[in-house]
């Protein structure tokens, strides 16, 4: 699968299981790099999750202040997302 095939996999994945576990109630969008720089200014009211895998982040390196659970660990570990915030996926 190419690269410009994974990420939209993966986004349809991570809405999967967040809808089935009510953790989803708006549809994903894309945000501009002046969005996000001004969501990360804006801490307490962004959850930033990486959901890539561990030789993703071994290979591609990390993002400061994301938490990462990777897709595959995702389910299990919903408690760790919080319901008040918006969640910025990577």
Known sequence: MTRRRLTPVLMVGLMAVL???????????????????????????????????????????????YVNIPLGELEARLKEIPKDKLIVTL
């Open 19 to 65: 809808l089935a576990c009510g953790r989803a109630s708006r549809t994903p969008r894309k945000i501009s790099a002046d969005e996000l720089e001004k969501l990360l200014e804006k801490k307490d009211a962004v959850f930033f999750l990486d959901v890539r895998e561990p030789f993703e982040i071994q290979r591609l390196g990390s993002v400061k202040g």
